[in-house]
């Protein structure tokens, strides 16, 4: 009785309460009081093998059609509330998309939206995000709270920049990427299960001390001698012949540097890992239950610690991503909160690897999305843009993760008996 009781309570009405009254605000101002003129998606781009033509609608129009679909989908949330079920991800995702098309068109009202360009655009800038994810996802299964990702993505980000720049040799900058943020998080782990310390004010204290250090570094080193330590330009891009000429999923998934790749590659990973192999059922056995994984043998420490160490070095290349990857240099204090952001994702997602790279994605999203507004609708505030991704991720933690629940040992010491 007590079970379903507290499933009733953690159901409830927020999500089609908050979804429905998102698509009433879309009907009105973006529909009704939106903006007028037409709006092409482009699918295709010129060397593309197959041409599809552009989706051509009125902008309001298609506010409407948007908003009376998103109120339809908040209905069927609705039902299954009352049904005491909760809404499929899958669902949601969907509201989602169709929010986010109705906002595309509002902006390119009288012009085009480059949809290949967007997303793939919005998938470079979210791999940082995503790799700190990965991260986070991997220390906090085992019982690890992780604050530490921004000071792992920020030691990534230096040691890309400033070994690649000295050896010539972008394999020697990643690699040393990974170890220094591996190193970083073996000292989370050891203080965290050997000596039993509040893990948040060690993860906190480790980002502080990164951000110290890499600034002095940067002022007294590398603004002296730029050329030298502070200028590997980027990794090339990849193009995987016919496969790159797709529409929408060539530019996307087969153009692209291999940061990128590897991310791609990396989430379905740990997802295997995690949930179909011996190894993640040990780890997420730790992050349960530690008392009776020992109980059945399983080391609790020792997988805590590599499932850290190897987290971080995930988020060490999600730093090499930053520099190597993308702007081409180390700049003072570069990852600029994406290290908090990925733990938000972590939460967003469910600790669920394929989830936090979806949530991932909508803040990479939002980045592109900032600086492709201000081109086609000068007149809209780009801090309203920038505002949407944390508006939706509020909303997504309220009506949605409340349902879900964190491994129950993380941020608990294991102290074996």
């Excluded at 009254?21 to 010129?46: A, D, H, K, Q, Y």
């Excluded at 991260?135 to 604050?147: D, Q």
């Excluded at 893990?199 to 600034?215: A, D, M, S």
């Amino acid at each position: 009785m007590s079970n379903t009781v507290a499933t009733e309570v953690k159901v409830g009405f927020k999500s089609p309460i908050v979804m429905g009254s998102i698509g009433l605000l879309t009907i009105v101002f973006m529909g009704f009081l939106g903006r007028e003129g037409m709006v092409g998606f482009e699918i295709s781009r010129r060397q593309d093998v197959i041409q599809v033509p552009a989706l051509d609608i009125d902008s309001s129009t298609l506010g409407i059609i948007s908003g009376v679909l998103m109120l339809a989908i908040s209905g069927f949330s609705l039902y299954r509330s009352m049904q005491n079920q909760k809404t499929p991800v899958w669902v949601s995702s969907v509201y989602g998309l169709v929010g986010i098309t109705a906002l595309l068109g509002w902006l390119a009202a009288e012009g085009t939206v480059p949809i290949a360009f967007i997303i793939g655009t919005a998938l470079v800038l979210a791999v940082p995000i995503i790799l700190g994810a990965m991260a986070g996802i991997m220390s906090e299964r085992v019982g690890i709270t992780n604050i530490a990702i921004e000071g792992q993505l920020l030691t990534g980000a230096f040691m890309a920049a400033v070994v690649s720049s000295i050896t010539k040799s972008y394999l020697i900058g990643t690699l040393s990427a990974m170890v220094a943020a591996a190193l970083l998080s073996m000292v989370l782990a050891v203080f965290s299960i050997k000596f039993l310390a509040q893990q948040i004010i060690v993860g906190v204290v480790l980002n502080v001390l990164v951000i110290g250090i890499t600034n002095f570094l940067y002022q007294q080193w590398l603004t002296e001698d730029a050329e030298n330590v502070n200028f590997p330009g980027t990794l090339d891009i990849i193009r995987i012949p016919v496969l790159s000429d797709i529409p929408i999923l060539g530019p996307v998934f087969f153009e692209n540097r291999i940061t990128v790749f590897l991310a791609i590659l990396i989430v379905p990973t740990i997802w295997f890992v995690l949930f179909k192999t011996r190894l993640g059922l040990r780890a997420r056995a730790v992050g349960e239950q530690p008392l009776a994984a020992d109980t059945v043998g399983i080391n609790v420490g020792r997988t805590r610690f590599w499932w850290v160490t190897i987290g971080g070095s995930m988020a060490g290349l999600g730093g090499a991503a930053l520099t190597i990857g993308n702007a081409g240099a180390f700049g003072r204090e570069m990852s600029g909160g994406l290290g908090f952001i990925a733990l938000a994702v972590v939460i967003l997602g469910r600790w669920h690897p394929i989830s936090a790279a979806l949530a991932a994605l909508l803040f990479g999203f939002s980045i592109i999305l900032r600086i492709w507004a201000n081109q086609v609708s000068p007149g809209v505030p780009t801090d309203f843009i920038a505002m949407v991704p944390y508006l939706v991720t509020i909303i997504a933690v309220v009506g949605f993760v409340g349902q879900s629940r964190p491994p129950k040992a993380l941020a608990v010491p294991y102290v074996k008996g």
